[in-house]
């Protein structure tokens, strides 16, 4: 989801955009934890250079705080549903806050009962995903998450967006490093880089979008929809992948699905009724933390020894967060401009750089 | 994983062919239970179309079973780790009959504790893994299944295999017809693909496979490894899910990964030590089974009324089926050829045509 950064981008530094964020949801509305894990979680995932989902949402998020469709202070209900499940009754609050919340139980459930899997109904969009895999690593679990959202996807033999582009991520520890994470989107690209194109006058890849006669398309003017995984020929899986992921958040929690879910942008008078399932394994009731985290290291060690010094899945993230963390998180023109907008009207000081 | 069947393929009855197979099974060593479940299971992937892991599979097993590397009658062990978790210590018996034991426990546990999640140690090729998650729904349960293999499969930006094909598997029930499961390696194709395309002197699709120097080739004979779902452009992603899956069902579970584990075919002397994780949900601790059921298949409605009507994930497979209940399973001549020969030498009447 990594996004080209532009040359005139402002660089920020993240303690100081962080500290920003905080002050900006506190004054819409959110208790000063919440609002610190939030604005937290959006500074670390633009420090991955997953900018799609980072500083760059917080606009959008302030604008459902203000307008109420999503909840700043929710009622949320954590219930324990058997030994080894919860559902997370959201309220429509914050689905940043109300994952890191349904983790947080799914990790106690996995160090009781080996593991714990926790539904989320009523929620709002919760951001990059591999924020909770990795956060069930961080207590010494495997993390294991998903999201769906609204249709943005064709359908593999179809023609326009049915499915969102429900991801997945899979996170363990890696002894001496950061975990080792999977994120990923079951679409090729996401649809703010048909976005992102349309702005700059860019062609798309190819294989990736369909226009609106479901016919396959470079032009991201034309785009229509983005293709699963897979592209044309083999995106029977990326999209057999999102309709699974779409049925696990979807109606297993009782939420809505696909073409059912109020849109994140077009909507915004709308609360998005997002859903999210969470699973945490104790890797101790099977091979053990140690083992596990050793063979991931490991791992790393061989494939850089091979032909062509393949990575791990998330070190592209971890060398993203170094650059960035000495030189600032870029923030482009368009989203300084948002930004100024909001700290003039919350009464909060943006952090020129 | 559907292969293009040839015109001289000989068509088997299923119900007979299943008999056939359960008698070689039990005149080879294992319980008529046990030769009868894994025949069953390959008859019925077979019905589904898949080919690669049907019954065309048999001979492999025969000869693994008649070295001894694959155990006839394994002192498996299943251990309860924690209120929610168990490891099947499989002794090296036949990876399909373990793993249905250990999604069995899979799905015993969800029913109490709301989820369950089993791993299995040392066992071998488990076949088609969406025969479990498939399992799972029969009892009323989501189903989560992932399994690993030796390397065929270039990493993203490397050049040379490193990882197996690692398939994962979703199913839900869903209402009025058969579950919908997903059942999806991490590769775009798998190997025997690449084998099939050099015996019938055939090209491979473009963006598949990669020659011993790494670059992407449509020729078969050239073909070395084959390359992650995604391909040159995405493939980092079908890269990252094989990964995690080896991780899952390798070290976290206490067996070996990637380019550790011996190969199937070419190292007939040599156990597989595979792993494999099952996880069972039971919906109704979390929205309930039929508002799952009853969603899946307005999904389906809603889908077939889509421009392009595409179909949801396994109804090809259910096509296959239907048409190979009433015109037998295809067996081709090689094929036909090896079990005619394991049914001389284990003395079981092989059903000609």
Known sequence: ??????????????????????????????????????????????????????????????????????????????????????????????????????????????????????????????????????QATHAGCVGIAFTHANSVAVPHGGQRAYLGTNPIAIAVPREGAAPVCLDMATTSIPWNRVRNARREGHALPDDVAVDAEGRVTTDAHAAAAVMPLGGAAFGHKGYALALMIDLLCGPLLGNPYGPHIPPMFEALDAPRRLGALFIAIDPERFGGREVLATAAERMAVELAAEPGAPRMPSDPEHDHEAERLRNGVPVEDGLATQCRAWSERLGVRWPEP
């Open 1 to 134: 989801m990594t996004q080209p950064v532009s040359a005139t981008a402002h660089r920020i530094d993240a303690a100081r955009l962080r500290e920003w964020g905080t002050r900006c949801l506190a004054a819409a509305g959110m208790t000063d934890v919440d609002a610190a894990q939030l604005a937290a979680s959006l500074v670390q995932t633009s420090l991955w250079g997953i900018d799609s989902h980072g500083i760059a949402l917080l606009p959008h998020y302030l604008d459902r705080l203000a307008n109420g469709t999503i909840r700043a202070r929710p009622a949320v209900v954590v219930r324990r549903t058997a030994p080894a499940t919860a559902m997370v009754e959201a309220d429509q609050g914050h689905g940043i806050v109300i994952a890191h919340r349904a983790m947080d139980e799914a990790i106690a459930i996995a160090r009781e009962q080996g593991v714990g899997a926790v539904g989320v109904r009523d929620s709002s969009h919760c951001g990059a995903i591999g924020l909770y895999a990795r």
